[in-house]
């Protein structure tokens, strides 16, 4: 229960304290090596588990739900016709342009063009700014194959906070082991726990493995600035929900069986897709769901999901499916208890 007078809206309250050490700047090995803290929603009961245990929380008949995509090389450092250097991080593609951040973005404007190691027949034209700062939209002339040029030139996009360059193991390690679909710009965390071992012994036991995909994108990058959480603005963040799947997830639902998400995106995507009449339905579009304390949860019963930056849109969908109070008290606990936390870092399950 809430204090009286709390305000529920307000940003200041899904901030928390992280020391520093706590951000984990390397994943751990075996992947399914990581802790994993389950908070029950219903009591604020919490348990502290290996993730690999995560199996005796899921039954014969139930649906996980994985995002099949695949991060993008995305991050490429070039330099500008004076020979200064820069960076540019690509977010999405759309149609033959591509929506990126760039660094430093005071000395890239419209018209500048950029050029990359010793192939200068490759450039870059920044071509306009767009709705995020340091973001521009561009377009590569003299690159007949884009995605081998990125594959050949482009480090994996880790997030800042992790605080160190991509190194070439990250290569395979800030991809899942089901990535299939090429097109976000950063890694659907919750789904890195898992191995082809693990994900063998769940569906052994009579558990459906379900895919959807959703392009991670702008979204992610975008800070929560608004002190009333309501106000902010998600981007639209590509998704696709085949039928397979929504068929699934309706034979699952009609059983009366769980749909497990892992992840805060296939979160989003399912809340999308669900509809009041005809449960789950096979479509794809762009999202823009912003899911916050107060939000009815209708597509999904139980969530896998990492521990997220405070005052982020992230922490604020898990504080609408696990409560403010419960979420806030596992993150304080998961502090205490010394969790890794963020992109590399430990898990939560949340039932």
Same mark, same amino acid.
């Given at each position: 229960m809430e204090k009286k007078g709390f305000d529920i809206y307000s940003l200041k309250n899904y901030e928390y304290y992280l020391p520093e050490e706590l951000i984990a700047k390397f994943p751990v090995e075996p992947r399914d !090596? !990581?802790?994993?803290?389950?908070? =029950?929603?219903?009591?604020?009961? /919490?348990? =502290?588990?290996?993730?690999?245990d995560v199996i005796g929380y899921l039954e014969k008949g139930d649906t996980l739900v994985v995002?099949?995509? /695949?991060? %993008?090389?995305?991050? &490429?450092?070039?330099y500008k016709e004076s020979g200064a250097k820069v960076e540019i991080l690509l977010l999405r593609k759309v149609q033959d342009v591509w929506e990126a951040l760039v660094r430093p973005a005071k000395r890239l404007k419209p018209g500048h063009v950029v050029f990359f190691g010793q192939d200068i027949s490759? /450039?870059?034209?920044?071509? !306009?700014?767009? =709705? %995020?700062? $340091?973001?521009?939209l561009i377009r590569f002339h003299n690159c007949p194959d884009e995605e081998e040029f990125i594959d050949r030139m482009g480090e994996m996009p880790l997030p800042p906070y992790i605080g160190r360059p991509a190194e070439t193991s990250d290569k395979n390690r800030y991809q899942t082991v089901y990535a299939r679909d090429l097109g @976000?710009?950063?890694?659907?965390?919750?789904? &890195?726990?898992?191995? *082809? *071992? &693990? &994900? =063998? /012994?769940i569906k052994a036991k009579g558990v459906n493995i379900a895919?959807? #995909?959703?392009? #991670? $994108?702008? $979204?992610?990058?975008?800070?929560?600035? @608004?002190?009333d959480i309501r106000e902010h603005k998600m981007h639209k963040e590509w998704y696709q929900v085949d039928r397979e799947t929504a068929d699934l997830l309706n034979k699952t639902r009609k059983a009366g069986k769980s749909i497990i998400a892992v992840g805060t995106t296939v979160v989003r995507t399912l809340e999308t897709v669900y509809d009041d009449n005809s449960g789950f339905k096979a479509q794809s579009g762009e999202t823009e769901k912003f899911i916050y304390p107060g939000y009815e949860f209708k597509a999904i019963d139980k969530l896998i999901t990492n521990f997220h930056l405070p005052g982020s849109s992230l922490i604020m969908l898990v504080a609408a499916f696990a409560g403010h109070g419960n979420t806030m008290s596992a993150y304080n606990y998961a502090v205490a208890q010394g969790y890794r936390f963020f992109s590399y870092g430990d898990a939560m399950f949340i039932k």
């Open positions: !090596s !990581s802790r994993l803290l389950v908070l =029950d929603r219903k009591t604020g009961a /919490k348990e =502290d588990r290996i993730f690999r995002n099949r995509t /695949k991060v %993008i090389p995305a991050r &490429l450092y070039g490759v /450039k870059a034209e920044i071509l !306009s700014e767009i =709705d %995020i700062r $340091g973001g521009r @976000s710009a950063a890694a659907p965390t919750a789904g &890195l726990h898992f191995t *082809e *071992e &693990l &994900l =063998d /012994k895919t959807v #995909v959703l392009h #991670v $994108g702008i $979204g992610t990058f975008r800070p929560v600035t @608004s002190e």
